[in-house]
C-alpha cells in the first residue's frame, strides 16, 4: 500500500497525528501491533493534566524567555484540543474538569503556592486557586492532607473511549488503520517503507508513535526513554452518595510527592485509585490488595469495600520529564517522553507533527531544541540505576 504518510502506533500520539493529518487532505495509513488504544492510551488513569512532566524552567535552559511563553501557552492548548475534539466528534468520553493536587506537607503547600504566584507573575495566568485545610474536604474526604491546588482548566476522562471516539473520527476523515500489523523492519530512503508479516506500506513521511513500546525499531530514540510501570485499581460501585461524600467536587486527585498517588471517581461511582509506580516495570506481587493498601492510606473509610478491577501498563519518561519530539531524519517524525502528561499532551503532538508535515514547523521546532540525553547505564543497567534512583526520591517523600 502506499500513503502520503505511515504512522506506526495507534494509539493517542498516532491517531492523533493521522487525524490532523488527514483534515489537512493527506492519505494516512497507520499500523498498530495489538488494538487501537491497547497501550497506556487506554489503560492510564484518566488524568487530563495541562501542560508538562516537567517544570517551565527545564525549557528555559534551552530557549529565550520569548519561547517559554510560547510553550506555556502551548501547554495550555493541550487541554483546548481535547475539549474541542470531544465536542467536534461527539466522543461518549465522561469529560469533567477540575484537577487538584494535595499537599502532603507543608513543605509542599509551600511549594504550590509559589507555583501559583509564579504561574500569575511569569505567565500572566491566574485561574490557579490555592485551597487551605480547612477548605480541603471540598475535594477530598481525608486527613492526609494539609490544602491543595485547583487547576479548574484540567480534568479527567475515560482514556480508551477517547482514544476509541478519535480513532472513529480518522477513518471517517480517510484514515485506513490496521490493527495486529506489528513493523518488523522500517527502511529509510526517498520513500520509506514499513514491514509487516501481512504487508507493507510505502510513503513520503512517516511517524513514530510508539513510545514506551518502541522497542528496536529506532533505538537511538529508545534509548531516551525509560518504560514505567503504572497501576490502577477500580473499587465495586460505592453508591451515589457514598462516592460524592469522598471527593465532593469531582475533581481528579494526585498528591504532592515525587512517587504519587491519582484517583477519581468513574461515572458508575466507584474510585478509580492509581500509582505504585514500578521503574523495573515489575508489576506487585497480588496486585489488587497492593494497591488497596496504598488507597486505605487516604480512605481507611473504604476497609469494607471490594477491589472489582485491577490493571497496569508501561508509560515512558525523559530524564528531565520534558517531552521528546524531532526527527530521526527530514521527514521521519517522532514524539515521546510524555512523563504522565500523555491524555492531553499528546494531541498537542499529532497537531505539532501534521503543522511540521504541512511546512509550518516553527512551533514543533521549539520542542526540538530540548537536548535530551540517553538513560544511564546502557541495555542492562540502565534499569537498576534508575531503581536506585527513585529509591532515594521516595526516600525523600518520606522526610
Not at 163 to 189: C, H, M, N, P, Y
Amino acid at each position: 500500500m502506499e500513503a502520503d504518510v505511515c504512522v506506526i502506533g495507534a494509539g493517542l500520539t498516532g491517531i492523533s497525528t493521522a487525524l490532523n493529518l488527514a483534515e489537512r487532505g493527506y492519505s494516512v495509513v497507520v499500523l498498530e501491533a495489538a488494538k487501537v488504544g491497547w497501550a497506556a492510551s487506554g489503560r492510564n488513569g484518566g488524568q487530563m493534566i495541562g501542560g508538562f512532566g516537567c517544570g517551565m524552567d527545564t525549557f528555559a535552559k534551552y530557549m529565550p524567555e520569548s519561547d517559554v511563553k510560547r510553550i506555556w501557552q502551548m501547554g495550555l492548548e493541550t487541554c483546548d484540543i481535547v475539549k474541542e475534539r470531544i465536542a467536534k466528534h461527539q466522543i461518549d468520553c465522561d469529560l469533567t474538569m477540575g484537577y487538584f493536587t494535595a499537599a502532603n506537607k507543608p513543605r509542599h503547600m509551600d511549594e504550590l503556592r509559589a507555583w501559583r504566584d509564579e504561574a500569575a507573575s511569569r505567565f500572566g495566568y491566574d485561574r490557579f486557586q490555592c485551597v487551605p485545610a480547612d477548605k480541603i474536604h471540598h475535594y477530598v474526604q481525608s486527613e492526609r492532607y494539609l490544602g491543595g491546588l485547583l487547576d479548574p482548566d484540567s480534568g479527567h476522562l475515560h482514556p480508551l473511549n477517547y482514544t476509541l471516539g478519535l480513532a472513529r473520527a480518522a477513518r471517517a476523515a480517510g484514515v485506513k488503520i490496521f490493527e495486529d500489523s506489528f513493523v518488523t523492519s522500517l527502511k529509510q530512503g526517498t520513500r520509506h517503507v514499513a514491514t509487516t508479516a501481512r504487508g507493507q506500506v510505502s510513503s513520503q513521511f512517516v511517524v513514530l508513535a510508539c513510545n514506551a513500546y518502541l522497542g528496536e525499531l529506532a533505538p537511538e530514540l529508545s534509548r531516551k526513554i525509560m518504560p514505567v510501570g503504572t497501576y490502577v485499581i477500580a473499587t465495586e460501585p460505592l453508591g451515589a452518595d457514598r462516592a460524592r461524600e469522598l471527593m465532593p467536587a469531582n475533581a481528579a486527585i494526585c498528591d504532592s510527592r515525587f512517587v504519587l498517588d491519582y484517583f477519581r471517581r468513574s461515572p458508575d461511582h466507584r474510585m478509580l485509585w492509581g500509582g505504585r509506580c514500578s521503574y523495573s516495570t515489575v508489576a506487585p506481587l497480588n496486585l489488587a490488595k497492593a494497591m488497596r493498601e496504598g488507597m486505605l492510606k487516604t480512605f481507611p473509610q473504604l476497609a469494607d469495600v471490594k477491589v472489582d478491577f485491577a490493571w497496569g501498563g508501561l508509560v515512558d519518561i525523559t530524564v528531565n520529564r520534558a517531552p521528546h519530539f524531532g526527527r530521526v531524519a527530514p521527514t521521519l517524525y517522532f514524539a515521546q517522553g510524555f512523563s504522565g502528561h500523555g491524555v492531553n499532551t499528546t494531541g498537542l503532538a499529532g497537531k505539532l507533527i501534521a503543522e511540521a508535515i504541512h511546512g509550518q514547523a516553527a512551533r514543533f521546532d521549539l520542542f526540538d531544541k530540548i537536548k535530551h540525553v540517553d538513560f544511564p547505564g546502557g541495555a542492562w543497567l540502565r534499569t537498576p540505576s534508575l531503581v536506585l534512583a527513585m529509591a532515594y526520591y521516595r526516600l525523600k517523600d518520606y522526610l
